[in-house]
């Protein structure tokens, strides 16, 4: 199973039980721990078979598995490098390509802007999995048999319900993403894209988890391998569709989220002005927050309001106010007329507890509390 995940660009610690294999056009190649598990499973399965087919390769059969795995998932890896250059194609930072049990994933920074972004980034890594397959099948009609034709006859195969499983319409499978793309092009309303695909996905995780005992009605017996994998499967459909559809909830929330009627009162004074009168200003403007000024009104400090609680007031007079502010950083100034996705897209990219909130002419509007934009998610 392949994905594709949107996040942000920098790149990150890695989590525990993930190592880095490399890069690929700039692009981090990550694999899990998990991966090697598969790697034994799946010559674990194959073997057997192998060796019905080819008695004279013996023990060798486990070491064919063993090679089947690994090109197996280098062809999943040339379908997460399709969906990156399609990303990148249309001007969207890739950070990682990411191994795991049970395919990959592409991360990508942002959104897809248009319906049409949206597909061609989706589609391209199924039909390159297809084509894959399809060269995999050419192939072996050069090839006598043996084990190497065995391998590459597997991998066709692979390779082929690889692309075409992945083209089934529900989040977080890249045919989810087509579906989304379609729907939004015909309704205009990406939400309802998300939230139609996302229903698809949980419609595919139960017809996963509900084969095994369908083969049951058939007079078939399924082995506990295959409940297993049903079982992993519809999980994995099941929690990327459910995250697709909460994702689409909090997305229609988006446009309550406006930093001008979420910011606190706040003024700017001087660095050299003392505690004290700042203090005054600030209850006169009934203001919360103070912000350090320069010569030309524009933000260069923002006070700590516990190092203000814990100054004593015989202090506060000679007290320069700029004595108690931490540098500002351009990072953590937004502009008030903020709204919605691009607000948080800007708070995503440079997280803090608050910002200081400008107008266009640089002067101070207020201040921007995190905890605020939080509370405003959960309530909206």
């Known amino acids: 199973m392949t994905e594709s995940a949107r996040r942000a660009p920098e790149r990150r610690p890695l989590p525990r039980g993930t190592y880095r294999l490399g890069t690929v056009a700039g692009i981090d190649v990550t694999v899990a721990s998990s991966w090697f598990i598969v790697v034994g499973l799946l010559a674990v399965l194959m ?4 060796q019905q087919e080819l008695p004279e390769i013996g023990a060798g059969a486990y070491l064919a ?5 690994i090109l197996l998932y280098g062809s999943i890896l040339l379908h997460e490098i399709s969906h990156a250059l399609a990303a990148r194609g249309f001007g969207m930072p890739v950070t990682v390509i990411h191994l795991h049990f049970l395919g990959g994933a592409t991360e990508i920074e942002g959104e897809a802007t248009t319906p049409w972004r949206e597909f ?5 890594g199924p039909l390159t999995s297809l084509a894959v397959g399809g060269v995999s ?41 087509v579906l989304q793309s379609l729907v939004w092009a015909v309704t205009r309303r990406r939400s309802l894209g998300v939230v139609v695909a996302g229903w698809g996905g949980r419609l595919a995780a139960v017809l996963v988890m509900a084969y095994p005992f369908f083969l049951v009605t058939r007079g078939i017996s399924p082995t506990i391998i295959q409940y297993v994998f049903a079982f992993l499967i519809a999980s994995f459909l099941w929690a990327g569709a459910t995250q697709a559809l909460v994702t689409a909830k909090l997305r229609a929330r988006l446009p309550t989220i406006q930093a001008r009627r979420l910011a606190r009162p706040a003024i700017g004074v001087p660095a050299d002005l003392p505690l004290s009168e700042a203090i005054r200003r600030a209850q006169e403007a009934q203001a919360g927050s103070l912000v350090i000024v320069n010569g030309d009104g524009r933000p260069a400090g923002i006070v700590n309001e516990a190092a203000v609680v814990s100054t004593p007031d015989h202090r506060r007079p000679w007290l320069p106010t700029g004595d108690l502010a931490r ?41 921007l509390v995190t905890k605020d934009v939080d509370d405003a998610f959960r309530t909206g």
């Open 327 to 367: 540098r500002l950083d351009d990072s953590l100034m937004l502009s008030a007329d903020l709204v919605g996705e691009p607000l948080v897209n800007a708070m995503n990219r440079n997280p803090a507890t608050e910002y200081v909130l400008v107008e266009a002419d640089g002067s101070v509007y207020g201040v």
């Open 65 to 69: 598995g063993v090679v089947f795995a």
């Open 120 to 124: 061609s980034i989706a589609v391209v």
């Open 137 to 177: 099948l050419l192939v072996i009609q050069v090839i006598e048999g043996g084990v190497t034709g065995y391998v590459v006859e597997a991998l066709a195969i692979a390779n082929l319900a690889v692309g075409v499983l992945n083209l089934v319409p529900g989040l977080p499978l890249d045919g989810g993403r």
């Open 47 to 50: 073997a057997p078979r192998m």
